[in-house]
């Protein structure tokens, strides 16, 4: 039987125009830079536009992550888009990326993991590779957080920004070194409430907005997150120190910090991008991916390991040889 891998051809970020720092949400609501900083390491983030959708931060992130692989949408055959917070109830906004790339063979989808959705949405679209139904996808983690927020709650509010990432996966056959390793998913649907949007067509016909329990969430993520990223190196007979590059969920810094702890890993060796774009859900792995690949920090043959925790609880890790 022939190998088939799913390798990173190509990666792309857009984050919208509008800067929201610290300072001007201590004008909006009860909270100060160093509460913010003090709690999470972020001190800005990025707001989509007045009429900004989601689908124009993932076609954007999308068009760089193509160029950046030498393809355009005709050459797709798989969009896979991560998304809390779609244009619409329905279609999927998948579709609206696709017919905006001008895809016009193949299947585009959306699928919801919050903000593990990146990690989800790629080992969904490396099983379509390795199952040989696909042989160039485009995945995307896509979000406009602002737009599901209660602004009044400084326990939320300001940890939150919109942003897009996208990487296209190629299918190459044969022996190599290079490609998607392994991923590892999963979820727990007893922790619903610790962070959930209390809203929905088929609740309460509304968007609703985010609630969370903060101190709840953080004990579990620092667990669970080093628990995955331990299940990825196991899987594939490595310790943290073969590691070259963790990309976390940019969720918080002291959730980062703590895993990197339990796995005794240098954070010299963690692409950090949480201070300057806050959470941006299932975009935030993407997007920092897109910022080590632009910057020359990853390189080809480096071993680099992505995870991620969102609402359900769910979680996930992705070991990548680049």
Request: overall charge negative.
């Amino acid at each position: 039987m022939t190998l088939i891998r799913s390798v990173i051809a190509g990666c792309g970020g857009y984050l919208p125009e509008r800067v929201l720092t610290n300072a001007e949400l201590a004008e909006m609501v009860d909270t100060s830079d160093e509460w913010i900083v003090e709690r999470s390491g972020i001190r800005e983030r990025r707001i989509a536009a007045e009429g900004q959708k989601t689908s124009d931060l993932a076609i954007e992130a999308s068009r760089r992550a193509l160029a950046a692989a030498g393809l355009t949408g005709a050459d797709l055959d798989l969009i896979v888009l991560a998304t809390a917070t779609p244009d619409e109830t329905f279609p999927a906004t998948a579709t609206v990326v696709q017919a905006a790339l001008e895809m016009h063979t193949g299947a585009a989808f959306d699928i919801q993991a919050v903000c593990s959705g990146f990690i989800y949405a790629l080992s969904v679209a490396d099983n379509f590779i390795k199952a040989g139904q696909a042989k160039t996808a485009l995945v995307i983690g896509a979000e406009t957080f602002s737009r599901i927020l209660d602004w009044q709650d400084r326990t939320s509010c300001v940890l939150f920004g919109d942003g897009a990432g996208a990487v296209v996966l190629r299918a190459e056959e044969g022996p190599g070194a290079r490609g998607i390793l392994s991923c590892h998913l999963h979820s727990d649907g007893r922790y619903h409430d610790l962070l959930y949007v209390d809203g929905g067509p088929s609740s309460t016909q509304t968007t609703g907005v985010l609630r969370m329990r903060g101190r709840e969430v953080f004990r579990h993520a620092v667990v669970k997150l080093a628990q995955v990223v331990n299940e990825a190196l196991a899987a594939n007979g490595l310790t943290s120190d073969d590691i070259d590059w963790l990309v976390p969920h940019q969720a918080n810094k002291r959730i980062i910090d703590g895993t990197a702890r339990k796995l005794k890993m240098s954070l010299e060796k963690v692409i950090l991008t949480v201070e300057r774009h806050g959470n941006t859900s299932a975009a935030s792995v993407p997007l920092a991916l897109s910022e080590a690949v632009i910057d020359g920090r990853l390189t080809e043959g480096d071993l680099v390991l992505l995870e991620a925790m969102g609402g359900g609880f769910t979680w996930g890790s992705c070991l990548v040889r680049w």
